[in-house]
């Protein structure tokens, strides 16, 4: 679900229960999780949601501020990168001889957005034929507070930066993105479903929970 705050989209996913009342969880990450008791309705969710949007937003942007460029971040030939793990000096991922600081910023999201869709392509398909899934879309995109996401038409979308990070982390989101064609909400099927794939997920989670500040441009 989502819901506009203060000129502000907020999305969150929602979990059914046996429970009593409604609470409202945010991860490291800044992904939102609204647990509610069975038959609550979706306007009273929403209504639960608006009244803490502040407090939410605040935390989101603090989220998003820690993960902004390093001031030490130099577009040179020898400045350093992420890419699928490892470090690499920014002329062995791109082009730089002549070209301006703003054109290597612009280049280099090229080559990540690039670089994303290719690992994301290969490897997805070895999750679907196991999952037995297949999603109707797949696109790569730029999200301040998401590595991936996965909605009610089958669309799934990575974050670009995903490329930044070591291939089976990028097989997590894979994994926990495709798992909502079959589980919409984290609830504890879901996560079962994920940990069958990848019995030790909460590691590659915990990966992006403590390098996510670092996979920026």
Request: charged content about 30%.
């Amino acid at each position: 679900m989502k819901i506009a705050f203060d000129h502000q989209i907020i999305e969150f996913d929602v979990q059914y229960g046996r429970r009593q009342k409604l609470s409202i969880h945010m991860d490291s990450a800044g992904f939102i999780t609204v647990k509610a008791p069975n038959d609550t309705s979706e306007d009273i969710i929403k209504s639960a949601v608006t009244r803490h949007g502040a407090v939410i937003l605040e935390k989101l942007h603090a989220i998003a501020k820690a993960r902004e460029t390093p001031k030490t971040r130099e577009y040179h030939d020898n400045g350093k990168f992420l890419h699928l793990g490892r470090y690499y000096h920014l002329h062995e991922l791109i082009e730089t001889n002549g070209l301006t600081e703003e054109q290597l910023k612009i280049n280099l999201k090229k080559f990540y957005f690039s670089s994303c869709k290719k690992v994301i392509g290969e490897r997805i398909k070895i999750y679907q034929t196991e999952l037995k899934v297949k999603p109707k879309t797949v696109e790569i995109d730029e999200s301040v507070n998401r590595w991936g996401s996965c909605n009610s038409n089958k669309k799934i979308t990575f974050n670009y930066r995903l490329a930044m990070a070591p291939v089976e982390v990028i097989d997590y989101v894979i994994i926990h993105e495709l798992c909502h064609l079959l589980h919409m909400n984290h609830d504890r099927s879901f996560w079962r479903r994920v940990g069958s794939i990848m019995p030790d997920y909460k590691e590659k989670e915990a990966y992006l929970a403590r390098q996510g500040h670092a996979m920026t441009l």
